[in-house]
């Protein structure tokens, strides 16, 4: 038995070896480097301030539409109206009320250089490529966009920005850096070439059981390591030399270390639905109160005057909380003002509103507690993820947490039972995200680096092993060939 152990162990170090190994340097790029990510508040930066002075007309055909929210921004000099439908938008130019439903490389690069100034990027954008996605635009969410306008700014830092052919939104934006060391990152560490990540299942398939192969990898080294570890004649406890013992000791002492690395990893992944938590859109519904209809919009943006909005807004984003209307301007800097849905005048939610939404939310559940959260607690922290404070914090007796933006009210952030132990398996176990104290830099990394070492020395010495014996059988192989194939291109001396 213990035998077939070993040449399980061996055949499967050779097969994912270089695999765990890959996973385990990348980790070291991924502490400093995430995968480039245009968020909502950084695209704020490339919009210019809102101007509705020469507006709005708005077109007839969209009668029909229940949206989640609309927005009013400027779009290369030009104000429109976004209503939002799901991931969906419909775009209406607010000068002449065209329905615009597709864009043009002219309109894109026109965008495109509208936007670059406020990412501090100077130049004229040069239109690389039409396309449906590359390394940096395979998330679903890049979907409703596609096909992308990519341009290149031809900047120092190599920038690249991509436009959607639907909305008209810059969605993404890249530096040389972030290729480079997410080439050597995330791209590796999460399986991520496009050829396969654009196959949201298979990929997720190959992650998993690549992670499961590993495991069991891991389990049966850490058996035979124990089992090897005695005390012997000539007073070594291990019976190995050179690579192999490093291998069997970093594997004792950060094997446990090496399993909780993937198990977490593979919980990450949500495996046959294992911990994947629900949507809580109908809490969301709830505190909003109802749809915006397209009448809405219209008869919002008819009576909006110009002069109410605050003269740094750059997009004013409407949506409905407790069956009204609300307003939110935001400037480049990503500051909020809530304003009111009739007047536009600023206005702050009541203690009352955010008391009366813990019964709003689950009208069902018994609170245990509520109240303002100032700092970081369990479940709401920032780390690699930034999270603001204050929230208004809820939770309810079957344990759900529930965190209320401060300035809109609305359901920012939630945990049910599932999310709350990926919590400590995946944020806790593979981020190293314990607690506040844990999370501090320097820390952090220290810690981190101690662990990743350790695992990655194991790792390594592993696969290098499994390459000197696949070296080594090469070698028997051949040999006898090369042996033939020498004595036959040798021919006798002939002799008068």
């Known amino acids: 038995m213990i035998r077939l152990l070993f040449l399980i162990h061996r055949y499967l170090g050779i097969a994912l070896g270089a695999v765990i190994s890959l996973w385990c340097l990348s980790g070291f790029v991924m502490m400093y480097e995430q995968y480039p990510e245009l968020d909502d508040t950084e695209r704020l930066a490339g919009l210019e301030p809102l101007d509705l002075t020469a507006c709005c007309r708005l077109p007839s055909d969209l009668g029909n539409v229940d949206v989640d929210g609309f927005r009013l921004e400027m779009m290369a000099g030009t104000p429109v109206l976004r209503l939002m439908d799901g991931r969906r938008q419909h775009v209406v130019d607010l000068r002449d009320g065209q329905h615009l439903r597709a864009f043009l490389p002219a309109d894109a690069r026109s965008i495109a250089a509208t936007a670059a100034p406020g990412y501090g990027l100077h130049g004229t954008p040069r239109l ?67 050829a396969l990540r654009q196959h949201t299942a298979v990929w997720a398939q190959v992650v998993i059981w690549l992670t499961i192969a590993s495991l069991f990898l891991t389990v049966i080294g850490v058996y035979i390591g124990l089992r090897q570890f005695k005390t012997r004649r000539n007073g070594h406890r291990s019976p190995y030399r050179g ?39 109908a809490e969301h519904q709830r505190l909003k109160g109802g749809a915006v209809t397209y009448e809405q919009a219209s008869a919002f943006v008819n009576a909006m005057s110009a002069d109410a909005i605050p003269g740094s807004t750059v997009r004013l984003d409407v949506s409905m909380l407790g069956g009204q209307l609300y307003a939110l301007a935001l400037n480049r800097d990503g500051q909020r003002i809530r304003l009111n849905g009739e007047t536009l005048h600023p206005e702050t939610l009541s203690e009352g509103f955010f008391a009366q939404a813990a019964s709003t939310l689950r009208p069902d559940m018994a609170i245990a507690d509520a109240g303002w959260l100032t700092e970081d607690d369990a479940y709401y922290f920032s780390h690699h993820d930034e999270r603001p404070l204050p929230v208004f914090r809820i939770q309810y007796g079957d344990g759900e947490r529930f965190y209320l933006d401060s300035v809109t009210g609305e359901l920012s952030y939630a945990v049910d039972r599932e999310r709350q132990w990926l919590r400590w398996i995946f944020h806790a176990l593979h981020r190293g995200d314990f607690a506040a104290v844990v999370r501090s830099r320097p820390v952090w990394d220290l810690m981190m680096w101690a662990l990743m070492l350790g695992v990655t020395v194991g790792a390594l010495t592993g696969t290098w092993i499994g390459f000197q014996r696949v070296g080594r059988a090469g070698r028997r192989t051949l040999g006898p060939a090369r042996d033939l194939e020498r004595r036959a291109s040798v021919r006798p001396q002939q002799t008068g």
Do not use: C, K
């Open 128 to 194: 690389v490529d039409v396309l449906e996605r590359d390394q940096w635009t395979v998330y679903a969410s890049y979907h409703p966009h596609r096909p992308l306008f990519h341009f290149a700014m031809d900047d120092p830092s190599g920038t690249e920005l991509y436009v959607s052919s639907t909305t008209g939104e810059v969605v993404q934006m890249t530096t040389f850096r972030q290729r480079f060391l997410n080439w050597m990152g995330a791209v590796v560490h999460w399986l991520y070439p496009t």
């Open 243 to 281: 690579s192999a013992l490093w291998h069997h000791y970093a594997g004792l002492i950060f094997g446990l270390f090496t399993l909780t690395w993937l198990v977490s990893g593979l919980f990450s992944m949500s495996p046959f639905g294992a911990l994947e938590g629900r949507g809580f859109q």
